[in-house]
């Protein structure tokens, strides 16, 4: 089976910063694209930046310049660094992954979520 598990979110100022860590742990071959997706109260989740494998970047405009996704293949791990933060990055930010398994073969997984809240 396969698991994500998310942690970095809480509650810092506007123009703070937070880092954002998804592990994933299991029986894995491979994983291939990573990415954050983030969903604000009575909004529809987001895309906000993904990885491929080999290390092709993209992010939703709102981010770019503030947001850096990198990821450490040997961890299995997707890390997100949010600077200058702002109240609208307020959301629960979920990790994705495509990965290739000896469970099920290739899916995406989906981490619990956690909580990003800027507010002064």
């Known amino acids: 089976q396969v698991q994500l598990v998310e942690s970095g979110g809480g509650l810092v100022q506007p123009g703070g910063s937070l880092r954002l860590s998804c592990a994933a742990s299991?029986?894995?071959?491979?994983?291939?694209?990573m990415g954050w997706y983030r969903q604000a109260p009575g909004k529809q989740r987001e895309l906000v930046a993904s990885i491929t494998r080999g290390g092709s970047i993209n992010y939703v405009g709102s981010v770019e310049g503030r947001f850096t996704i990198s990821r450490d293949n040997a961890k299995n791990t997707v890390y997100l660094q949010m600077n200058s933060l702002k109240p609208e990055d307020t959301a629960v930010y979920y990790c994705?992954?495509?990965?290739?398994?000896?469970?099920?073969?290739?899916?995406?997984?989906w981490g619990q979520g956690t909580q990003v809240t800027v507010s002064s």
């Open positions: 994705n992954m495509r990965i290739d398994s000896n469970f099920g073969g290739l899916q995406a997984y």
């Open positions: 299991g029986s894995i071959f491979s994983i291939y694209t």
